[in-house]
């Protein structure tokens, strides 16, 4: 057993490590609450998005473009969403747009601030140019197809579905075009097609702000789980936090390893991206809407703390380390 746990605490230990040293540090008051908005606007606006322009400028992607893996995480990712949305209208008796963002709670991975750092660590820069390729595709279509649903479950209360969905979609699409990590995947992918290299001093400026990425990222978002509440919704929380760590994973390993036969190197990227704790954006999209917003906060702190022994379980099956 110590042969396994022992590579395995190597890869979880210094990610959630650093996640929590951001918690202890900011619940002591080492590290202040008005502090973390600076901090995560650095990881957001500069750090993440030149390590993801820095990474698509090199990509070869006639190599890292894999259609099947595409089609496999976002299968289970709306299959997913579907489940626990379902579950949230059923079970819990929720309102129609609560279900909707409660399903994309349980499906929304936490990819840039914990799925690349982990990825980087456990699969190397192979395992990264698969992750970013799938972060290309994350948010604009999981946060597209909430906004659509959005518009419908409200405008079904209001009984005008149709005229709200043409303003939401503009304002989705608005919001896709001023964000940062998709810009800087975007902007990588077109320096990558001009086929000029990525040399020189504004290399070494870029790789200086990359290499900060994945510390300060981690950092900012275990201070910033301090400002949610765990006991807001524990039931709800519960449920969308074992669709996240539990049934997404699941789904797709099943797709990836069974249904599309995808190559083992990528679907263990993809089965380790669907394993991530919830996002950041479960949270903005419920605060957004005024919907769901108790469980949505609930949820991500829950799936944070019960994602260290979840993801090293998935890491361990994996194969990892």
Not at 170 to 192: K, Q, S
Not at 250 to 278: D, K, N, Q, Y
Request: charged letters at 10%; proline letters at 4%; one cysteine or more.
């Amino acid at each position: 057993m110590d042969m396994i746990t022992g590579p395995i605490l190597t890869i979880v230990g210094p990610v959630f490590g650093v996640i929590g040293l951001g918690y202890a540090a900011t619940r002591a008051g080492l590290f202040r609450d008005a502090w973390i908005d600076g901090l995560s606007a650095y990881v957001f606006r500069f750090a993440i998005p030149l390590l993801l322009f820095s990474s698509m400028a090199r990509l070869d992607l006639a190599e890292v473009f894999e259609p099947d893996l595409l089609i496999a995480y976002y299968t289970g990712a709306f299959l997913t969403f579907i489940v626990v949305g379902l579950i949230a209208r059923r079970l819990f008796r929720r309102p129609l747009d609560h279900a909707v963002t409660i399903g994309m709670g349980g499906t929304f991975s936490n990819a840039v601030l914990v799925g690349l750092p982990m990825t980087i660590v456990a699969f190397g820069e192979a395992g990264a140019a698969k992750i970013i390729l799938l972060i290309a595709f994350h948010g604009p279509l999981l946060l597209t197809v909430t906004a659509i649903l959005m518009a419908f479950a409200r405008g079904r209360e209001a009984g005008g579905a149709q005229a709200k969905i043409g303003a939401i979609l503009m304002e989705t699409a608005r919001d896709m075009v001023r964000n940062p990590v998709l810009i800087g995947v975007f902007t990588g992918l077109a320096w990558n097609l001009t086929g000029w290299p990525l040399t020189g001093v504004p290399a070494t400026i870029i790789e200086k702000f990359a290499a900060t990425a994945g510390t300060c990222a981690l950092f900012a978002g275990g201070a910033s789980l301090t400002r949610y509440a765990i006991a807001r919704s524990v039931p709800v929380a519960a449920m969308m936090s074992a669709g996240k760590l539990i049934l997404l994973p699941a789904i797709v390993a099943a797709l990836c390893l069974v249904v599309f036969r995808v190559p083992m190197e990528s679907a263990r990227v993809a089965i380790l991206m669907a394993a991530m704790p919830a996002g950041v954006n479960t949270f903005l999209v419920a605060n957004y809407y005024k919907a769901a917003e108790g469980a949505a906060s609930s949820a991500m702190v829950l799936s944070t703390l019960l994602s260290v022994v979840t993801v090293s379980v998935v890491l361990i099956l994996l194969g990892a380390g």
